[in-house]
């Protein structure tokens, strides 16, 4: 899906680069529109960069919470042991689920 640069990226992802002294280049960013820039010698697309890090980012919250949630099965396992095993199914999903974002985040 190609999406251009928003409102939002101009002003704050384009517009600090430009001030900040990158050169704008005359060639666009095969996948987001957005135009080049070049900086120390090396050519790079500042929104594609930011929505990169803002995935990330994203990524990393989910990650933090499934892990906490993860914690609070672990010190909270029942003694009933059809509720153990309804905590421990639970649990196990929420390891997937982490070892699938794990594998996402490897891969470029
Ligand atoms: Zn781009």
Same mark, same amino acid.
């Given at each position: 899906?190609?999406?251009?640069?928003?409102?939002?990226?101009?002003?704050?992802?384009?517009?600090?680069?430009?001030?900040?002294?990158?050169?704008?280049?005359?060639?666009?960013?095969?996948?987001?529109?957005?135009?080049?820039? #070049? +900086?120390?010698? %090396?050519?790079?697309?500042?929104?594609? @960069?930011?929505? !990169?890090?803002?995935?990330?980012? *994203?990524?990393?919250?989910?990650?933090?919470?499934?892990?906490?949630?993860?914690?609070?099965?672990?010190?909270?396992?029942?003694?009933?042991?059809?509720?153990? #095993? +309804?905590?421990? %199914?639970?649990?196990?999903?929420?390891? @997937?689920?982490? !070892?699938?974002?794990?594998?996402? *985040?490897?891969?470029?």
């Amino acid at each position: 899906m190609k999406k251009g640069p928003t409102e939002w990226e101009m002003k704050n992802v384009i517009m600090p680069l430009m001030l900040s002294g990158a050169k704008m280049l005359d060639r666009h960013c095969p996948k987001c529109g957005s135009p080049l820039f #070049e +900086k120390d010698g %090396r050519v790079f697309c500042p929104v594609c @960069e930011y929505r !990169e890090k803002q995935k990330r980012r *994203e990524m990393k919250g989910v990650e933090e919470k499934l892990r906490e949630k993860l914690n609070e099965l672990a010190s909270s396992l029942p003694d009933n042991i059809d509720e153990l #095993e +309804k905590h421990l %199914r639970a649990m196990e999903r929420i390891m @997937e689920v982490l !070892e699938r974002y794990r594998k996402l *985040e490897g891969e470029k």
